[in-house]
């Protein structure tokens, strides 16, 4: 139980995820802060809080995304909250450090969308598939050698929760048409690059040298305009609090005092 002067960190997930993903690291935080980690709109339990006409630019999807976490933050009135993203959440992270409305005392950002225009084609071409449908048609096996994962105790559970997530709850039309156009097939992706110099919280950018999907370079290019940013590079891929959460920990239990 987190002690009573615990402050509070809200996790926010990446694509095709939900909540529940940050079981790895959520033992460690929950004895020391009041955590909240909600699904983003359209992922896991939470049902899409509205529609996305197919050729809303990125603006409107990104709102589909942020707009109903910032209202559940300011309902709960909570100042001085820490925000966690993960690739799709650390864009919601960054956009509501940019909004200013919700009190943000620190920001850690892992491997994510937002910091620049720069995603692989291939990771593209999964997004834009869709991992759902994917998962469906190709069946667990063949979805884990597109989509491999450690082969550790953890890294199976990982895979786990992660294909039943995909399969059960996942491809709901609002979110896939919403994160499509953040990820377009051609040309950059959604992000903040220009606008990042204006977030004055302390950040902690973690991200995986071996990252499929953002390269780092994203990661190089926006410290260097965060007047309080430190970027950690970890030997891993795209999410780092799944593939190594020990190494996260390590980083980040000091940053958040």
Same mark, same amino acid.
């Given at each position: 139980?987190?002690?009573?002067?615990?402050?509070?960190?809200?996790?926010?997930?990446?694509?095709?995820?939900?909540?529940?993903?940050?079981?790895?690291?959520?033992?460690?935080?929950?004895?020391?802060?009041?955590?909240?980690a909600?699904?983003?709109?359209?992922?896991?339990?939470?049902?899409?809080?509205?529609?996305?006409?197919?050729?809303?630019?990125?603006?409107?999807?990104?709102?589909?995304? &942020?707009?109903?976490i910032?209202?559940?933050?300011?309902?709960?009135?909570?100042?001085?909250?820490?925000?966690? #993203?993960?690739?799709?959440?650390?864009?919601?992270?960054?956009?509501?450090?940019?909004?200013?409305?919700v009190?943000?005392?620190?920001?850690?950002?892992?491997?994510?969308?937002g910091?620049?225009?720069?995603?692989?084609?291939?990771?593209?071409?999964?997004?834009?598939?869709?991992?759902?449908?994917?998962?469906r048609?190709?069946?667990?096996?063949?979805?884990?050698?597109?989509?491999?994962?450690?082969?550790?105790?953890? #890294?199976?559970?990982?895979?786990?929760?992660?294909?039943?997530?995909?399969? &059960?709850?996942? #491809?709901?039309?609002?979110?896939?048409?919403?994160?499509?156009?953040?990820?377009?097939?051609?040309?950059?992706?959604?992000?903040?690059?220009?606008e990042?110099?204006?977030?004055?919280?302390?950040?902690?950018?973690?991200?995986?040298?071996?990252?499929?999907?953002?390269?780092?370079?994203?990661?190089?290019?926006?410290?260097?305009?965060?007047?309080?940013?430190?970027?950690?590079?970890?030997?891993?891929?795209?999410?780092p609090?799944?593939?190594?959460?020990?190494?996260?920990?390590?980083?980040?239990?000091?940053f958040?005092?």
């Amino acid at each position: 139980m987190a002690p009573r002067n615990a402050s509070d960190l809200v996790l926010l997930h990446g694509r095709g995820h939900a909540g529940a993903m940050w079981f790895p690291v959520l033992p460690a935080l929950e004895s020391r802060h009041r955590v909240l980690a909600p699904d983003l709109p359209g992922f896991g339990a939470r049902v899409p809080a509205a529609a996305v006409d197919r050729g809303a630019d990125g603006e409107t999807a990104l709102r589909f995304f &942020v707009d109903p976490i910032e209202d559940l933050l300011l309902r709960r009135a909570s100042a001085g909250v820490t925000l966690i #993203g993960h690739s799709l959440g650390g864009l919601v992270a960054v956009e509501l450090a940019l909004r200013g409305r919700v009190s943000i005392a620190r920001l850690v950002l892992l491997d994510a969308m937002g910091l620049g225009p720069q995603m692989t084609f291939a990771s593209r071409v999964f997004f834009r598939l869709g991992p759902e449908r994917l998962a469906r048609v190709l069946g667990r096996r063949m979805f884990e050698r597109l989509n491999p994962g450690p082969k550790t105790p953890l #890294g199976l559970r990982v895979a786990e929760l992660e294909y039943q997530l995909l399969t &059960v709850r996942g #491809g709901r039309a609002a979110a896939r048409i919403a994160f499509n156009r953040l990820c377009p097939w051609f040309g950059p992706v959604f992000h903040r690059r220009q606008e990042l110099a204006r977030i004055t919280a302390p950040t902690l950018i973690l991200w995986g040298d071996r990252d499929a999907a953002l390269p780092v370079a994203n990661a190089n290019a926006a410290v260097a305009r965060m007047p309080a940013a430190t970027l950690v590079r970890l030997p891993c891929g795209h999410s780092p609090h799944l593939e190594q959460p020990e190494a996260v920990l390590r980083h980040l239990v000091p940053f958040l005092g």
